[in-house]
Each structure stands twice: as structure tokens, then as C-alpha cells.
């Protein structure tokens, strides 16, 4: 895997991501985490191609602003590039907009794991719970 990866999805924000819908707020516009949603799914996908079997990556960090706002029934478009490697640390600059302007900016830091280990340490964990 090399610095350089872009990944790009379009959708119509469907009430079901406003504000007033998700409880973020009270207007019906694209809400904010679903924003970041957007952003991590669009990061997570675009380098699932070059993880060897077993691996995926989780977010583990996000840095953004939103800059403006956008209606049920509006596209929008997601961008990301990996910008930066650090072992299995993976650092994305993401960008929302719509066919007007930019909704939001930031970065996007993911980590590469292995699925089977990750779960394990989780079952541990929920057991140590119990």
C-alpha cells in the first residue's frame, strides 16, 4: 500500500441522515456524523483492496469541520486520499460537498487490524465482564 489512494462515493441524503432526524439538532439537513460516516465509509473502502485476507481497518480518529449545510434529496460526493503511512496507521484528508460548494473538510486516521485477533481480544474482554 503507497501514500496516494483515492476513494470517491456519491449519494442522496435521505431524511433518514438529518439532524432533526438523528437528534443532532433540530433543522432537517445533512447531519454531522452522518457526514463523518460518510467520509470513514469512503476512507475504509478505498484501500479494503490492498489488505491482505483477514484484515480490515477501523477509524480510530477525526479531525473535521462542516462548513456548510445541504438538504434531503441533495447529492453529495466524498472524497478521500491516504496521505500518510505510518506502520498500520493510516491518515486520509476527506472532503464532502455537494454541486454547490464543500460541506466539510478534515482528516481521517484508520488503523489496519487483523479480524480474527481483533475479535478474540474482544470475546476477552467480554468475558472479563461478565
Known amino acids: 500500500m503507497e501514500t496516494g489512494i483515492k ?3 456519491e449519494r442522496i441524503v ?14 432537517p439537513v445533512f447531519a ?5 460516516q460518510f467520509m470513514e465509509e469512503t476512507a475504509r473502502t478505498s484501500v479494503e483492496p490492498y489488505l491482505a485476507d483477514g484484515q480490515s481497518t477501523v477509524g480510530t480518529s477525526v479531525n473535521i469541520k462542516h462548513l456548510a449545510s445541504t438538504f434531503v434529496g441533495c447529492k453529495v460526493t466524498c472524497e478521500s486520499e491516504l496521505t500518510e503511512i505510518d506502520r498500520r496507521r493510516l491518515v ?3 472532503k464532502v460537498y455537494d454541486d454547490k460548494e ?3 473538510e478534515g482528516t481521517h486516521e484508520r488503523f489496519i487490524i487483523d479480524n480474527a485477533k481483533f475479535i478474540a481480544k474482544l ?3 467480554k468475558k472479563s465482564m461478565l
Request: with cysteine; net charge negative; proline share 6%.
Open 7 to 9: 476513494g470517491k462515493k
Open 14 to 27: 435521505p431524511y433518514e441522515q438529518t439532524a432533526e432526524y438523528i437528534s443532532s439538532g433540530l433543522l
Open 32 to 36: 454531522t456524523p452522518c457526514m463523518i
Open 92 to 94: 486520509f484528508s476527506v
Open 102 to 104: 464543500l460541506l466539510g
Open 123 to 125: 470475546e476477552e474482554k
